[in-house]
């Protein structure tokens, strides 16, 4: 006989992760964060790593990493050097598996600039020990994010300054036709591996000087005239 489960006396107070769109009062529904490294090679170089241009380095933070613009972001626990990292950032409005280089950019709806904030101390011991890099890369508010340009606004850059400033003073300054893996190629090779889908947002990698940050620090990261992107770490 069929019976009708009770109803759970639980409610679940569960805020879905999204991101802010310029011009718009419709946000952007975050599904997955998915992040390159090692795609700038005077930053491979300052890692002491290699560029494998068969091999990009892949690695995910959670959808609830987002973090707004013009916000305080707490100096994560159980790290001695946080470090930041400017990159631009790739909103997609449809994915796939497989994607062609061809046709996906067909599949992003917009562009961003953010910080892939990393506890540097903790990835350089994974790296030491063959680890993951999650407790590195994946912690609360480590995915600090401007307002997405829509595509249909600005077209699909090819070349725009990447700039980020600590308290005024430039500490990160490359444009984003330095990539080693174009946009195109970066979701080409992420679709071999996952199914891309809207919702998702891809981190491109970072240039050159990466630094720490420490409590007080004002940021603000720019991607061209496309997006900036303000904050401080307290
Ligand atoms: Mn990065």
């Not at 987002?66 to 909103?91: C, K, R, S």
């Not at 409005?93 to 990393?118: C, K, M, N, P, W």
């Not at 890099?133 to 829509?150: G, N, T, V």
Request: some cysteine; hydrophobic content about 45%.
């Amino acid at each position: 006989m069929h019976q009708t489960m009770p109803t759970p006396a639980v409610t679940f107070s569960v805020v879905p992760a999204t991101a802010a769109i310029a011009g718009s009062a419709v946000r952007f529904p975050v599904r997955r964060i998915f992040c390159i490294g090692r795609n700038y090679a005077e930053h491979a170089a300052e890692m002491g790593a290699s560029v494998d241009r068969g091999n990009p380095v892949f690695f995910c933070k959670p959808a609830d990493a987002v973090v707004d613009d013009g916000t305080q972001i707490p100096y994560p626990p159980a790290t001695q050097e946080l470090h930041h990292e400017v990159e631009m950032v790739v909103a997609l409005h449809s994915g796939g598996a497989d994607i062609s280089e061809q046709r996906a950019l067909e599949h992003v709806f917009g562009y961003g600039v953010g910080l892939d904030l990393t506890r540097r101390d903790l990835q350089a011991v994974a790296k030491a020990k063959g680890m993951p890099w999650d407790s590195a890369k994946a912690f609360d508010h480590s995915a600090p994010l401007s307002a997405i340009r829509a595509s249909s606004e600005i077209g699909h850059p090819q070349s725009a300054a990447l700039t980020l400033e600590i308290n005024g003073n430039v500490r990160q300054q490359s444009d984003i036709s330095q990539m080693i893996f174009s946009v195109p190629e970066i979701l080409a090779r992420l679709s071999r591996l996952f199914e891309l889908k809207a919702g998702d947002l891809i981190f491109t990698g970072t240039p050159a000087g990466v630094g720490p940050l420490v409590r007080g620090d004002r940021f603000h990261a720019r991607l061209g005239d496309i997006a900036e992107l303000r904050g401080c770490i307290v």
